[in-house]
């Protein structure tokens, strides 16, 4: 139980288009969803949480009109990439709260490797 | 506020030696406590949480973790390391009773398993 998939695995774009990256939780509902950066041999920073049904809160210095994030079920939550730059290079990986079974415990997606050329 | 340390960036030790990666915390109030692993390109797998109740909690993958309230301490332990261990692992807190149960990480300790 309590599985979470992201789709694609890997993305390589050029600059300036954007990418989509789902999150799906398969065997449970989630009524919340955290998205994460992760740099080269660094702990996880949380970028947002997502909220069904609500806008994203946005942790500071994340922009919010770069990171699109959208949560309009309570399986499914995405993240969308804008304009993306070189910068925006990194591993995404985002996690999602079983609210039925309590809801302290994340659980997260196996990661999306974005690479912007 | 909150904060999580991890003592030691890295741990080398040998095949079917025990191992303890420390975790401290700091927090006024109640936490509940995580230990997850990362293996190389991969998410993240919970390996073992304390809620409440017993404060020796034992995870998969044959690890265990002891809850500590006077030294703030969730340290994690094996008896005996396997080579597929070598992994980055991450302790994280998040408010008792919070909302939404953000998590606060800890920097990791990438563990490796020397043969």
């Known amino acids: 139980g309590a599985v979470v998939s992201q789709h694609p695995s890997r993305v390589i774009c050029k600059s300036g288009t954007s990418v989509k990256i789902e999150c799906r939780s398969l065997?449970?509902?989630?009524?919340?969803m955290f998205w994460y950066r992760q740099f080269p041999k660094q702990s996880l920073m949380l970028m947002a949480t997502?909220?069904?049904?609500?806008?994203?809160?946005?942790e500071q210095g994340v922009e919010k009109d770069k990171f699109l994030i959208n949560h309009a079920s309570l399986t499914l939550s995405t993240l969308t990439v804008t304009s993306a730059h070189p910068e925006d290079s990194s591993f995404y990986i985002c996690?999602?709260?079983?609210?039925?079974?309590?809801?302290?415990?994340?659980?997260f997606g196996p990661g999306t490797r974005l690479l912007v050329l | 506020a909150q904060s999580v340390t991890q003592l030691d960036s890295q741990v080398p030790v040998f095949e079917e030696a025990p191992v303890e990666l420390r975790c401290n915390y700091s927090?006024?109030?109640?936490?509940?406590l995580f230990w997850y692993v990362q293996y190389p390109n991969q998410g993240l797998q919970l390996l073992l949480k304390?809620?409440?109740?017993s404060t020796l909690v034992k995870g998969i993958n044959g690890f265990e973790a002891e809850f500590n309230k006077s030294q703030t301490s969730f340290h994690l332990r094996k008896p005996s390391v396997h080579i597929s261990d070598t992994a980055e692992y991450f302790c994280a807190v998040s408010l008792a009773g919070g909302s939404n149960y953000q998590l606060i990480w800890g920097a990791g300790t990438k563990l490796i398993i020397k043969p």
């Open positions: 927090s006024s109030v109640s936490v509940y």
């Open positions: 065997d449970f509902q989630a009524t919340t």
């Open positions: 997502s909220n069904e049904g609500s806008k994203a809160t946005y």
């Open positions: 996690s999602a709260r079983d609210y039925l079974a309590g809801g302290e415990t994340q659980y």
């Open positions: 304390y809620l409440s109740g």
